[in-house]
């Protein structure tokens, strides 16, 4: 059974065996326990990742490996990329200790991405998210290698939950009980694919040279507000109301 | 010269030249420079150590030897002896967070020992240390490598720098530098009132007994996101290409 209040460690075309191994290692050793592989590079399994995790099998075990980021993400509300240089993507960039902060409190479940060792994740991957998450590193030494990226956002969000469970006095938590949670990825995606669909009729997309860009800047748009199952549920009927062109429209007598 | 604002970080005994490389690559990724080894077992230099430090060489060419631990420290005010055991030795155990905090705080140079990576430090080397640093892990897995210890406790170290420079704020706020603020409201008045009028054309805000609350819902949504000036303004160009009916799009040639 998932437990909501630990994030999903998403690893997004990892290259080394081991590597996938030592971050099994430092999930666990903060309890995190729930590892999803976008394409890892060898295949699944990797008989190289056992020896590395140390004693962390049940991670590995558990993992489950999805064809792209967006079906490994579809059921989480909330998507965080973890990448250091800028990509020209303007989203909210979080510390390690905010992001553990937002999966304490902001319901829904979260996914925290992690790209290939050698390149990190692709500008696509990172327009999935609603944050880039950012280690502040020595801007003069920024090589993190994935294992010591996934300890330190594990690490933060075992510390913050600690934190604001001793903390209750000292700190006000927003109340969040009348406020769903966003919807689903899969769900955001869908309401993405109607926009687009819609617009192409339009030829908004037009030229085709600047299509990627303005696709980017359409998901970025759609994927910034947060909005719950319900909210997407108007939206696509919005979607539907403006297929149809105005002159069909009429009137209908509510039964 | 060294900085007395930055800990030393002490391995004693340490085993694999590999792991003293991953030890200086996670201690410069924080910004910490200063590294002193304890009677390595395979020597030293190591070349090992040198492929593992992935560019963090300036540590390893600056590291010093010794020959037992209390020479290491033998200039430090404050030693803080890394370990997962209690030793039976009745000292404060503090976390990665409050001895970040102290080297900030505590005058006097601050010296970090770790063990070998088999069997952690020994009784004695325990006994020279004001505090024991356990690092507050999973209690049914608590195996956790030298260089992942080492970059906890240089992030928190860094981390707590970072906190009491702003200090005052109780929360760290998360960077958004990047990020423009949402529009004014007259922006933002003047895409929703867009948006009604395309709907309008539609019958969405039919039955008029329900109009209203439609129209709150709408705003809702539109209202959600903090879209800011250049967002609101893609919006807008969205919704003017929605009102031209499909089939009178034709590509147009970009000047």
């Known amino acids: 059974m998932a437990d909501l209040n630990k994030p999903v460690i998403v690893l997004v075309c990892p290259q080394l065996g081991e ?15 729930e590892m999803r592989l976008v394409s890892p590079r060898d295949g699944w399994p990797n008989p190289s990742a056992g020896p590395a995790a140390a004693g962390a099998d049940i991670v590995l ?55 290939p060792e050698r390149s ?25 290698n994935l294992a010591q990226a996934v300890i330190l956002v594990a690490y933060e969000w075992s510390r913050m939950g600690r934190e604001m469970a001793g903390a209750g006095d000292t700190l006000v938590q927003p109340t969040l009980e009348d406020t769903l949670p966003p919807a689903p990825q899969d769900e955001l995606e869908g309401m993405i694919a109607h926009f687009e669909k819609l617009l192409e009729t339009r030829n908004y997309f037009f030229p085709h040279s600047r299509a990627e860009a303005t696709r980017r800047t359409l998901r970025g748009l759609l994927t910034k507000p947060g909005w719950n199952h319900l909210e997407v549920r108007t939206l696509r009927g919005i979607l539907s109301s403006l297929e149809r062109p105005p002159e069909e429209q009429e009137p209908v007598t509510p039964s």
């Open 120 to 144: 990190g994740l692709e500008t696509e991957d990172v327009a999935l998210a609603r944050n880039i998450l950012t280690v502040p590193i020595n801007p003069e030494f920024g090589s993190l």
């Open 61 to 115: 075990e558990q993992a489950k490996v999805y064809t792209t980021t967006a079906e490994a993400v579809a059921d989480c509300a909330h998507v965080h990329a973890t990448t250091v240089r800028k990509r020209g993507v303007t989203k909210p960039v979080i510390g390690p200790d905010e992001a553990g902060r937002q999966v304490h409190t902001l319901a829904g479940r979260h996914a925290i991405l992690f790209g």
């Open 19 to 33: 590597n996938i191994g030592k971050a099994a290692r430092a999930m666990l050793n903060f309890g995190l326990t």
